[in-house]
């Protein structure tokens, strides 16, 4: 699957385009002014319960709009597994030995790394847990970052699946980001000096090869609980969340946080992202019984379905700005849309990326054509 925010993040109210060097692709719903939202905070060292044998620990990662990543650490019999285990690097790992440590544990108790989804915040610490302990690692079976040549190049070959050197991988993405978007827009790709951290991390870049796929439905057992794998597109498309049935618990990854929408990238293999995320966000609102939420970024959380629900309604109204905007606008590019839906702060790469996931789904629905002029994709009302 392909992702244009591997380099991105954004926090604007309002709005989700990129603003600089991040890597989650995390937008912001509200329109209140600069209060800094809880995802935003900077990682503490604490280690609170979340859950009996579920303990939230958070690793910094500086980005705007980011602070911290959660990484729960989930006990039982056999040690711990940990969900997200930060960004990649000796600096991260440090913290996340640190984290470790105050939970009573260390990397060697570490049994099982499980990645919600393909964003080096959520997969950066996974496989070095795995070479230094032999940990599974668990994923959805889409598991695919923009970082794995084997996408790339479209080669399924054996010897290609292998992440190879950090040349390699940087080639690969220069050549990714060489082709134009689908709606012709611009590839700003990323900044050179993440080309160059990719290149200097060497190993500590390794992108995770999942020893235990799931599918939806299937179960786990961790921290002596039975979690079922719900696989929740949208956000990305291998995005995964758990979901403890018998005391209502859900890990959300970035699918649902608590006050910030996630990014909703255009490019991905399916041709409406922005109607699988509905659907992902209708599972969530119709869960039962559920008595926490748990977030890859901010606070554990209740209403889970009110949420999800307010999630929904917020692309609802973006979705209204695109209906009304098109009058103004007949054959109107991605880009124009993007002006209005977004806060010229955000114009970039992502905020396109968004925009066209948006008209897509509009197209999809029966109510706008496109056309293609000099390359350039343009979206007209059908009625
Ligand atoms: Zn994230
Ligand atoms: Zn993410």
Same mark, same amino acid.
């Given at each position: 699957m392909q992702h244009d925010h591997?380099d991105?993040a954004s926090h604007?109210p309002n709005?989700s385009g990129?603003?600089s060097?991040?890597?989650?692709g ?5 329109e209140a ?7 935003q905070?900077d990682?503490?060292t604490?280690?609170?319960e979340v859950?009996?044998g579920?303990?939230r620990t958070?690793?910094?990662?500086s980005m705007p709009?980011l ?6 650490v989930l006990e ?10 930060g960004?990649p690097?000796?600096e991260s790992w440090?913290?996340?030995?640190d984290?470790l440590?105050r939970t009573?544990?260390?990397v060697a108790?570490v049994?099982?790394?499980?990645v919600?989804h393909?964003?080096?915040d959520?997969?950066?610490g996974a ?13 959805h079976e ?8 084997s996408?790339?190049d479209?080669d399924?070959d054996?010897?290609?699946l292998?992440v190879?050197?950090?040349?390699d ?6 050549r990714?980001f060489?082709? &134009?978007?689908?709606?012709? =827009?611009?590839? @700003?790709?990323p900044?050179? !000096?993440f080309m #160059?951290?990719m290149?200097t991390?060497?190993s500590?870049f390794?992108t995770?090869r999942?020893?235990q796929?799931l599918v939806d439905?299937?179960?786990i057992k961790?921290a002596r ?8 597109p ?5 995005h995964?969340?758990?979901f403890?049935?018998e005391?209502g ?8 946080l ?11 293999p399916?041709a409406?992202?922005l ?6 966000l209708?599972r ?5 019984g559920?008595s926490?939420?748990l977030?890859a970024?901010g606070h &554990?959380?209740t209403?889970? =379905?009110?949420r @999800?629900?307010?999630?929904i !309604?917020?692309? #609802?109204?973006?979705l209204?700005i ?8 007949p054959?109107?590019?991605?880009e ?10 955000s114009?970039?790469?992502m905020a396109e ?8 789904h509009?197209?999809?629905l029966?109510e706008?054509q ?12 059908t009625?």
């Open positions: 591997h991105h604007s709005s990129p603003e060097a991040g890597v989650s995390v937008s912001d719903v509200s002014p600069r209060k800094p939202k809880q995802e905070e990682a503490t604490d280690v609170t859950a009996p579920i303990l958070q690793l910094p990662i709009g602070g911290h990543v959660n990484c729960y039982d019999e056999r040690g711990i597994a940990v969900v997200d285990p960004l690097g000796p440090d913290h996340l030995v984290r440590g009573g544990h260390q108790d049994h099982t790394v499980v919600t393909s964003h080096p959520h997969f950066g496989m070095r847990l795995h070479h230094e302990t032999g940990a599974d690692i668990v994923t889409s598991f695919r970052t923009i970082f794995d040549t996408e790339l479209d399924e054996s010897e290609s292998d190879n050197s950090p040349d991988r940087a080639a690969a993405m220069e990714y060489a082709k &134009p978007s689908p709606w012709g =827009g611009r590839r @700003a790709g900044s050179p !000096e #160059e951290r290149r991390a060497g500590m390794t995770p999942p020893t796929p439905g299937q179960t961790l609980r039975e979690w079922v794998a719900m696989h929740t949208g956000h990305t498309y291998d995964l969340c758990l403890d049935p005391f618990v859900v890990l959300t990854g970035d699918h649902v608590p006050t910030i929408t996630p990014h909703i990238s255009g490019l991905t399916n409406d992202p109607a699988l995320f509905f659907e992902s209708h969530m609102n119709g869960l039962d559920v926490v939420a977030p970024h &554990p959380f209403d889970l =379905g009110g @999800a629900e307010h999630i !309604e917020h692309h #609802e109204d973006r209204d695109i209906r009304n905007a098109s009058q103004d606008l054959d109107g590019t991605v124009q849309f993007m002006r209005v839906l977004f806060r010229e702060r114009w970039g790469e990326s968004e925009t066209y996931a948006h008209l897509e509009l197209r999809e029966g706008m496109r056309s293609f002029d000099e390359g350039f994709a343009r979206y007209a009302t009625a």
